[in-house]
């Protein structure tokens, strides 16, 4: 195609793309119309849905308006928006005019530290166990393990898989990236001994207790049996609990927050005072969270009792603003309850360990469209395409991932009020963001329902205004957000992430350049959750495992790969795996970037990666567990000693 630049309709939909190969690739005129069709109706003028206006600058209107500011003030101007306006999210209503318009008051750009220089670790938790864990990692063996690598290692931060919520039926999602929710948390990683009431159960719950730690014993990670073992326990618990024992639903929020500042008297005993004390955490818990948490328990409730895939429900329970679901939740308002108190024992047990390590979190690209989230946003989502990747040299049958994009002129209608929501929840307990595939919020390629990969197409966001959600979010939070970036990124792209401090990606393995070019505004790894360890690049391990199930490897592109990291690295070709690993890792740490990780994987020398993608049976995704406990990882010299090879002092040495 000889254009330079691609066209884009009224619907944001590009009608060619750039390739891996710099080719433009046009988008056929059927394809289009499906990806329309997938959006609904025609979009609505968008021309002053949203205003947006930095922080600390004016601007001219054209007659006099009305703001309605997001802490519920009002104020009246004439003619400009004053310089003086918070940063928000505000309402704009022009006299003469019909409707109101979104008016985001924006920081120029994302929270980033005066620290110039940081070393963390990179782990997926469900693997991280412990002698007393049930089989999988939790936040009470994350707690401890964010103390010792702060005390024992010097790190500054933890980066963890997505903790997001999956659909709490028998058979459990492994994929940390297909959740029900971004909103909420996995009751998986609960820790069962630290819920409040469960010392007085501890005779009855010690044989649940028994099998779920003899689960350590397998490597691989069986989810359904700990989902059965801990939902039992916390049954038990919450049964013999005071928080089951509330009569009546929700209520309005007036009357909770009455109940919250209403004075009690109560006894002296210390087992009163303390369930006092939780009973009030939990209904301030219950009064921040407002409906939002109240529809997800009762979306918890309606797949217990109906299975998952919401669009196959009763008609009555398919959208969330359904009186139907109200009269649902209220005649199951235990049970309700019961999946609202399980939120707030994981944000109580994810506050602890954040509180002993600043943790970085991880966003999904996409929600599961089964889910919570693609039920609540459902109007503003197309369920009738999924997200993925186009052909291209290495994938020519291209990547579909199954995950429902928003409709761009629909979510900006609504103020980005989901983007909006997600950023604050994941940032609730984080001191930072990995924004997985950031090209997403400049574009994302569509397929649209019952086609290939290859019939979709580029669909464009308003990425400025995504941005400055991003910049609003970040700064409430104080937390650095770190884009990934790799693969193919179209031009542009970069400069405009690193003009609204939103740091890129640097990996060893991608890099050709030498780490002392890396950019400085930056996030520096090895490798990642979907590519090869060192251990199982240097011992051809990954290469035999990938022919071993049937994936066709790059033989040439590994051994480049390895030679590369051997020559840069100063190896001999007989060098042991703990050689090649701290090899790597002394070549890495000559980077000029912001951050730079250390998986627990490269610390312990596994051979096997956490997923292989493009597989689901032939490969156990996201269900190995690391091979030493956590006790043992405390006492093993290597994992220190190649933390050392990373921190600030030894740079260049």
Known sequence: MSAAFPSVDSWGIMDAYEDGQHEWQPISRRNRAA????????????????????????????????????????????????????????????????????????PPRCYLPCKKSERGWALQLYSLRSRRSWGIGDFADM????????????????????????????????????????????????????VPGAAKLRAALEKIAAVGRKLNEKRLINRDAIFRLK???????????????????????????????????????????????????????????????NRFAAFCVLTERHGGGWKNWPKSF??????????????????????????????????????????????????????FDAWLWQDSL??????????????????????????????????????????????????????????GLFRLYWIPRDGTARDGGYVRYHADELLAVLAIESRRAKATIVGEDLGTVERGVRPRLRQSGVLSYSLLWFENRSPENYPPQALAAVTTHDLFTVAGLWSGKDFAAQKQIGRQPNAAEM????????????????????????????????????????????????????????????????CIALPKLLEEIERDGFVRQLFKTVAPQSRHG
Not at 163 to 189: D, I, K, V, W
Not at 248 to 273: D, F, I, M
Not at 397 to 413: C, E, T
Not at 560 to 568: C, F, G, N, T, Y
Request: aromatic share 6%; net charge positive.
């Open 35 to 106: 990806l329309r069709r997938a959006m609904g109706a025609i979009p609505a003028a968008d021309g002053r849905s949203v205003l947006m206006l930095e922080a600390g600058k004016s601007r001219r209107l054209h007659r006099p308006a009305e703001i309605r500011l997001e802490s519920g003030a009002v104020l009246k101007v004439k003619h400009t928006l004053p310089a003086s306006l918070p940063v928000g999210y505000h309402t704009l209503r022009e006299a003469g005019m019909n409707g109101e318009t979104h008016l985001i008051v924006h």
């Open 382 to 439: 197309a369920l009738d395409a999924s997200v993925g990747a186009p052909p291209d040299a290495f994938n020519t049958l291209g990547q579909n991932w199954g995950l429902p994009p928003f409709i761009p002129h629909r979510l900006r209608a609504s103020g980005y009020e989901p983007f909006r929501q997600t950023i604050r929840a994941m940032l609730r307990h984080a001191r930072g963001l990995r924004i997985d595939h950031v090209m």
């Open 231 to 293: 939902l039992r326990a916390l049954e038990k618990i919450y049964a013999a609990g005071p928080f089951s024992k509330s009569s009546g639903s929700r209520g309005n929020e007036a009357q909770t927050k009455r109940k919250l500042e209403t004075p009690h008297v109560v006894s002296c005993n210390s087992q009163n005072s303390s369930a006092y004390g939780e009973s009030r955490a939990f209904d301030r818990y219950r009064a921040e969270q407002g409906e939002t948490l």
């Open 559 to 622: 051994e480049a790969v390895r030679e590369r990291l051997r020559r840069r690295a100063g190896l001999n070709k007989t060098a042991s795996a703990h050689e090649a690993i701290l090899g790597a890792h002394r070549l890495l740490n000559r980077t000029p970037c912001r951050l730079l990780t250390v998986t627990l994987d490269d610390a312990l020398a596994v051979e096997e990666r956490p997923n292989m993608p493009g597989t689901t049976t032939q490969w156990p995704n996201w």
């Open 143 to 194: 707690r401890r393990f964010a103390r010792w690598a702060k005390r024992e290692t010097g790190a500054d931060f933890i980066l963890l898989n997505p903790l997001g919520a999956p659909l709490p039926l028998p058979s459990q999602e492994a994929s940390p990236y297909s959740l029900s929710s971004r909103l909420f948390l996995n009751p998986l990683y609960l820790c069962i001994e630290e």
């Open 318 to 371: 398919q959208h969330p603003a359904s009186p139907a679901v109200r009269a649902f939740a209220a005649r199951h308002h235990r049970r309700v309850r019961f999946h609202e108190w399980l939120q707030w024992l994981l944000d109580q047990q994810l506050a602890r360990a954040a509180r002993e390590s600043p943790l970085m979190l991880d966003l999904p690209v996409g929600i599961n469209s089964d889910g």
